[in-house]
């Protein structure tokens, strides 16, 4: 495996938009090195197999998706619980918006994972390592409910980024409107701990 992370995560971009803006029978080796302007067989030096390519997208999804600390601490100063759980929703659904490929690419990726156990067995783990981290952080953060909460709200945005980057059923609705709903509803059907 060839150590240059700067090169690596190059590679990895390319995978990810040419993942998330053509499918999965537009990401090759060979398509991800011509789409990063690399010679041909980079792609293949840091990720050997289709399924360590898809893993590396995993990866670099999730640093790319990471918060800003800056951010998080403005999130943090909200006093109310259920406005705090709100903007902190809203700040994910943000993020995955601003980066469309981005979103559509982990949307392809649990698509490939489905038809593939293989690679569901390579990427499962790590996917519930985020939810993990995310239970964690929503303890840490004090916001209220539980890990079925922070399962629900893992619902609520793939749902919605999802509506909004293909067919939106209402292509008017505001985001932070259906956010601030669901949460509310949440939080008055008992499944977190807060009003």
Avoid: K
Avoid at 30 to 52: I, M, W
Avoid at 144 to 159: E, K, Q, T, W, Y
């Amino acid at each position: 495996m060839v150590a240059n992370p700067r090169r690596r995560g190059q590679v990895a971009d390319a995978a990810i938009d040419l993942l998330g803006s053509g499918g999965g029978r537009e990401l090759t080796h060979r398509g991800v090195d011509r789409h990063a302007g690399l010679p041909l067989g980079t792609c293949a030096n840091y990720f050997p197999t289709r399924a360590a390519l898809l893993e590396g997208v995993a990866e670099r999804a999730f640093v790319l998706l990471a918060p800003d600390d800056d951010r998080l601490d403005d999130l943090a100063a909200i006093a109310h619980p259920r406005e705090a759980l709100t903007a902190y929703v809203g700040y994910v659904v943000e993020r995955l918006l601003a980066r469309p490929a981005l979103a559509l690419s982990l949307i392809e990726l649990r698509l490939e994972a489905a038809r593939t156990p293989a690679l569901a067995d390579r990427i499962g783990p790590f996917l519930r390592a985020g939810l993990d981290a995310d239970v964690s952080f929503h303890a840490q953060r004090g916001l209220p409910g539980s890990r079925d909460a922070v399962i629900a709200l893992h619902h609520l945005v793939n749902g919605l980024v999802l509506d909004r980057l293909t067919i939106s059923l209402d292509p008017e609705a505001d985001p932070a409107e259906t956010i601030a709903s669901i949460v509310g509803a949440l939080v008055s059907g008992g499944l977190t701990d807060a009003g």
